[in-house]
């Protein structure tokens, strides 16, 4: 069977041939998703400290995976310039740019020490403290209650991180353990927190 038989049992079900396309361009079938629902991301993140983009007091040098030197207060000043162009853009235009992701890491490699992995390294995006981390950005824009994250992952740990629609970034490192398999479609978050 190949990886990609997926595909096939995808238009067996009656998937939209967009729907297929999308799950070729990530690689995985839509029941390998999880998801984490909108009330324990709010419960998570509820009592977390606001940042703005400078806010952000960074220290150190970043290493990444492929060994150059990356300099945190240059990334610090990267992501005060996309926020700004943000902002502008949003009150310009009423539309938000699509950069929440990028925005999402690079808060993490500032505020949490993320070193990132190569671009479309699998299962995760990063190392914190040498665990695997994978970073999922919440936009103001987002409209469905829950966030999905790959079950096949590798990671460790989630960083939740949610910008809301004063461009605030807020956000909470997450144990894996406190995911439970919801069979095989989806995680599911535990009740319990710390």
């Given at each position: 069977?190949?990886?990609?038989?997926?595909?096939?049992?995808?238009?067996?079900?009656?998937?939209s041939p967009e729907e297929i396309a999308d799950a070729a361009a990530v690689g995985y079938a839509p029941w390998e998703e999880a998801?984490?629902?909108?009330?324990?991301?709010?419960?998570?993140?509820?009592?977390?400290?606001?940042?703005?983009?400078?806010?952000?007091?960074?220290r150190e040098q970043l290493p990444t995976e492929e060994g150059f030197p990356q300099s945190v207060l240059e990334q610090a000043e990267i992501l005060e310039i996309l926020v700004d162009c943000a902002e502008r853009h949003f009150r310009n235009t009423g539309r938000y740019l699509q950069v929440w992701g990028e925005l999402g890491e690079i808060y993490a490699e500032i505020k949490f020490g993320l070193c990132r992995h190569r671009t479309h390294h699998p299962g995760s995006d990063g190392t914190i403290a040498g665990k695997l981390v994978e970073v999922k950005t919440i936009s103001p824009e987002k409209g469905s209650d829950h966030v999905l994250v790959k079950r096949q992952g590798d990671f460790e740990q989630l960083l939740i991180v949610r910008i809301d629609k004063e461009f605030q970034f807020t956000a909470k490192l997450v144990d894996r353990s406190k995911l439970l398999s919801g069979g095989r479609k989806f995680l599911r978050a535990t009740a319990a927190r710390t």
């Open positions: 069977m190949s990886d990609w038989d997926f595909l096939h049992e995808m238009h067996d079900r009656g998937c998801y984490v629902s909108k009330e324990w991301i709010d419960a998570e993140l509820q009592g977390q400290a606001r940042d703005s983009s400078r806010s952000l007091n960074p």
